[in-house]
């Protein structure tokens, strides 16, 4: 078992809305990374948080961001949403220089 | 730009077959290759990690190979059983950012049959 949580587990939403997706991370870790992953593709990294700072981007635009607590857990929000938003978005949390991510169940977003 | 991909897309075979999957990349100033199994709609399970400077790591009934020069990385399962179907996702870190930004393949989706 992981340890990492996310919600919620899944969410309908509308073309122009946002959405904020949560992580909790597993106990000790400092780092988040976020992932999107499209239907039949590959997890695809969009940013990643060590001690409340954004640490290395992918490539997503400016209207994905995101938030780390002092706690760890982490945000992501996505404005202006599109057709093409609709994924599973994976959390993966680890200690900062440690090899080993553990993944979340993901949050599988629909957007109509 | 690191570019992973994964032969076959998918696989289908009997129980007790052994079987190899395929992963190659386009860059090999790599930090690791990771190899995850992702069950439908679930996250990711970590399967095995290999630096840059091994050859290969194994657990279990599963073997993992690398050759960095080449760029290509396989896993082999060893008398495959119908719990192993799942996508199996190979993932590498790369050098300038480490294994927390990971670049992955599209996955190959296994079939063990009964």
């Known amino acids: 078992e992981t340890g990492v949580t996310q919600s919620p587990t899944h969410l309908i939403k509308t073309r122009g809305q946002q959405v904020t997706l949560r992580c909790s991370s597993q106990?000790?870790?400092?780092?988040v990374s976020w992932y999107q992953q499209a239907l039949g593709q590959g997890p695809q990294f969009i940013f990643q948080?060590?001690?409340?700072?954004?640490?290395g981007r992918g490539n997503f635009p400016p209207r994905f961001s995101g938030l780390q607590f002092p706690n760890y857990s982490s945000e992501l929000n996505v404005n202006a949403l599109e057709l093409d938003d609709s994924a599973l978005y994976l959390c993966?949390?680890?200690?900062?220089?440690?090899?080993?991510?553990?993944f979340g169940p993901g949050t599988r977003l629909l957007v109509l | 730009k690191q570019e992973v991909t994964q032969i076959p897309a998918a696989l289908s075979v009997p129980e007790g077959e052994n079987l190899v999957l395929n992963c190659s990349f386009t860059?090999?100033?790599?930090?690791?290759l990771q190899w995850f199994r992702q069950d439908p709609g679930k996250g990711l399970t970590s399967l095995l990690l290999i630096q840059s400077s091994q050859r290969e790591q194994t657990s279990g009934r599963l073997n993992a190979s690398l050759d960095k020069s080449s760029g290509r990385s396989t896993l082999y399962i060893a008398a495959s059983q119908p719990g192993d179907s799942a996508t199996y996702l190979c993932a590498v870190g790369p050098a300038q950012g480490g294994s927390e930004k990971l670049v992955f393949g599209k996955g190959t989706k296994l079939t063990v049959n009964p």
């Open positions: 106990s000790g870790h400092n780092t």
């Open positions: 993966a949390s680890s200690q900062q220089g440690k090899e080993t991510q553990y």
């Open positions: 860059d090999s100033a790599i930090y690791n």
């Open positions: 948080y060590y001690r409340e700072e954004e640490n």
